[in-house]
Every structure is written in structure tokens, then in C-alpha cells.
């Protein structure tokens, strides 16, 4: 369920609210904290503590750091009282509650650390979409274990969740070329530039060259509006950190770039291994900037440090990708919905770029008529890929499917159920978007499908079913 107590803070600026706002309002303020006297001061900040210092692991320096990214609007040479210098960052800092609205749309994997399970059963990580005020999404985890009879257990969650500490990484051309292709500046300008960088680069090569390039912008047309795209795509680059310290269920992926401020949603993860046997965790997820969105990539090992980077290319457009769990066939493989309505499978040989697709499944059947898609990565059986979807038919009703694709081909088909394989309860109905079951991600533990799912955008439920049997309907 959701739990509107878990809050983390943000700096908060005045006149800088998402709607209504022009400009900041933040030298006012700060000049009314500063004509303050210092026994208001200090009731003030004790007031700050009694009422906060619970609900944070370390408020004193949450509200200095708000307070250091506002210094520059004191005046230089000021001596200011630690308490005052504290009460500036108390006015400049909100809570933000990241579950107010729901806890939504989640996908499972096996936990990297299985030590101390018991014997038969499997740890997992379950990624989840926290809603909170302004329909804002943010990345957050969850853990449990699944025993050998299906039965699952969930930990607590913690109660001090961070969203981490954000690190540029290194940036690589091919992200660059295949946005650019979508906006339509892969021209001289982007060569140009591209040219002089090397197959990967940091940002600060980056910007040395596009300074460069400004002081030519006399001989290149549009120059600007070409250092803005590489810009633009440059900020959809970066890394998260937390420390070892805090419960996977305390680490927040928050919204950094421009690209997905208004929120990230429905991680699709998957536990992906390389042909030399090595394992990386990958989650495609939706970027939302409030009015368009796009594709992105996060990748980690331990979940502790995470890197993310733009999808680009025709056949990641819209929402939704989902990567299978290998290689096939020597190619990266993804279930797409480039065209918002049907499954297709995506072949690439690099994971951030994918250019082509092609249809293998359409909304027919009365509950899948208006849309389908896939409901995270397709699981790997002896009979094939079991593909788990989701389709979306009358009174905007969301179902979950089930089919079964060709191992060595997976844009083969071998079979479909002909009915849901879940399909919301009478008691699933009412939420946040009503009459919605929809899961990003399944895992198998034996011969058991554990599946979660959201309940109409508002909460989350698990079902559990077993492979052979949804496999004995899919090959019929």
C-alpha cells in the first residue's frame, strides 16, 4: 500500500512552483529570515526540529545543504549564526511525500544476494512506482522472498528513504546520433562536433567542444539550437550512488533531467546475462517531462550504484520497451510498442539504440481492442519465451495476457490465451485509475509465475500461477 510517510526533502524556492509561478521570490524571502531577530531565530528553528527531526535521518544536514545552495543571495561578507544559517535552509526546503497519490506498476527480479535464504526459497527485488504530489513519479524498491510453495513473504520497507548522490558518467556518441536523427540536427553542425569526441567522452570534453564550436557559429547555420540538443541530451546522462548503509527499499531514483522531471515511470527490470556469463540488472523506463515522453535505460550491479542513458532509434519510441534476458542470435532483443497499440520485437546490437522493429502481435480479441502491449521482460522456459501482456478493451478496462514465443526466433509466435490471464476483481476496481491490473515485470521461481502487479494505479497486489499449467493453454 502506499505509505504517504515516506517523505524525502527538496529545496524549495518560492515563486518557482510548478504552476502559476513567474520568478523566483527567493531574495525576499531571504531578507525577511535575515531582519529576524536571533531569539526568533532560534524558536523558529527549535520549532523546525521538534516537528521534523523524527521523519529525517539527518535533518541538520538536509538544511544546511539547502541553505549552501542559496548562499549565493547573501550578502558577501555577512556573518550569519549557525541557527540562522539553519532556519534559511528550514524556509528554502519542503517534504515531499514520493507515495501520497499510489504505489503502482511493479516488476520483480532475482536478488543479487541470496545469502542466509533459507533452502527452496528465493530472495527478489521488486522495483515500484511511488506517485506524489503533481502526479510526480520516482523509482523505488521493495524486497522480499518466495518460498517453494509460492508463498510470499515482504520486508518492511525502512523509514528514511534518499534519493542518493548524482555523478556524471562517461557519455557515448551513439546516444548522441540516433537523438540527433530524431531531432533532426544529425547534420553538419552534429559531425562537426562529434567529430572532435572520441567513441566515448566526459562532459567537460563535451562542453570544451561545443565552446569551440560557438566561437565558429558564424560559419554554421542554427549553431545554437545544435548546442542546445547536445546539451539537452548530455543532462539524460548521469549516475546515482547510495551508500550501503540504507535498505534497497530507502533508495530513491528521483527525477534529475529536464527530460523526465515530471517523472520516471513503469521500470520494466530484468537480470540480464552476457555471453561471458557475467550479470548486469537493466530497467527501461518512461521518462516524462510533463508533456512529452521518451525512453531511458538504467543499469546496475548491486543496486547501490546506478547508471542512465537515453534510448533512442524508431523502434523505442512511445512506452513501454522491455528486454529479453540475453542475447539472441548474437543481437540484443526488446519487446517494443513503437506504434502505441501493438507488440513487437526489436533487434539491436547495442542497447541504446534500436531502429527497427516488427509486429508479431494485434489487439483482436474483445479485451484487447483498443491496445496491447507487453507487461515487462519476456521469462525464458523450455517451450519458449513466456511473454506476459497487457491489452486494454472496453470501458478502458486493462487485462493481463500470456503468449509464447519461439526461442531462436522470437518474432514467432507459437500461441496465445484466448482469455485474461487476470483481470481486475470487483475489489480491484476503484483507485487512482480504475478497472487496471497492469505489472511491468514477472519472475519464476521453480515452476511457479510470481506476478506482481498494480491495482488500478493505486496499490499492489501478487499473483502466483503455475508455468506448466499457463504453458499446457499457450501450446493448445
Known sequence: MPDPTRVISRLFVAGQEDYGATQ???TQVLDRVLALSEDDVCRALDDVYNR???RHE????????HAHRMANRVQPGLILSQERWRLIGAIFTHEFSIEASALTNPSIVVHPNQEGVDDGSLRFVMSVRGIGEGHRSSIGFRSGVVAADGEIQMDSPGEHPTIGTHWEPMLEQINFRGLLEELDDMGENAGFVLGQLGATFTLTELNDVLFRFLDDRDSFRNADATVHHFRMIAERNYSVTFSADKDISERILWPVSYAEWRGMEDARLVRFIHDD?????YATYT???GVGISQQLLSTDDFLAFETHPISGRAARGKGMALFPRKIGGMYVAMSRADHETNSVAFSDHLDYWN????VQIPTRPWELIQMGNAGSPIETEAGWLLITHAVGPMRTYCLGAALLDLDDPARVIGCLEEPLLSPRDDERDGYVPNVV????????GDILVLPYGISDQHIGIGTARISEILTRLVE
Not at 277 to 281: E, P, R
Not at 356 to 359: E, G, N, R, V
Request: proline share 0%.
Open 287 to 289: 521518462a516524462f517531462d
Open 438 to 445: 497492469y505489472s511491468c515485470g514477472a519472475m519464476v521461481h
Open 277 to 281: 556469463g557475467s550479470v548486469k540488472y
Open 52 to 54: 521534523f527531526i523524527e
Open 356 to 359: 527497427a522493429s516488427m509486429t
Open 24 to 26: 523566483s521570490r527567493a
Open 58 to 65: 539527518d535533518l541538520t544536514e538536509e538544511l544546511e545543504r
